[in-house]
């Protein structure tokens, strides 16, 4: 969410700009290469994707075909993380949650579903 004059709403590849100026997600050395954050206090650096919906769920209209996209999404891209959190507005999370809970069965990495 952006603020725009009538108020906060949805900005395509705003999130996504935002977290790369934040040295927590972003390390400026490599800023333009890839998306990598500083060294934790161990020497370890996360190297990070965002998949970005177009156009944007509103979270208050969601529906199975959202939940079935979310979840194939998560699957064609499970050999390539070791963990996904899902960012989700809340009026439909708990639902969003369940559905993900069935569709995902057995796995070995986590899946988050942060509500904002």
């Known amino acids: ?11 395509k590849g705003w999130m996504e700009s935002y977290l790369q100026t934040l040295t ?5 050395d490599f800023k333009g290469e890839k998306r990598i954050t500083s060294p934790s206090i161990y020497g370890r650096r ?3 994707d965002f998949v970005e919906y177009f ?12 939940w079935d996209r979310i ?5 064609g891209r499970y050999d390539q993380y070791d963990g996904f959190v899902v960012l989700h507005g809340t009026d439909t999370m708990g639902y969003t949650s369940s559905a993900l809970s069935f569709m995902l069965e057995n796995l ?3 899946v988050i579903i942060c509500g904002s």
């Open 46 to 48: 996360t190297e990070w």
């Open 55 to 66: 156009p944007l769920l509103d979270s208050s209209s969601m529906s199975a075909d959202d």
């Open 24 to 28: 927590q997600f972003q390390d400026q």
């Open 1 to 11: 969410m952006a603020q725009t004059e009538r108020g906060y709403a949805p900005v």
């Open 108 to 110: 070995s990495k986590p």
């Open 71 to 75: 979840g194939k999404d998560i699957e």
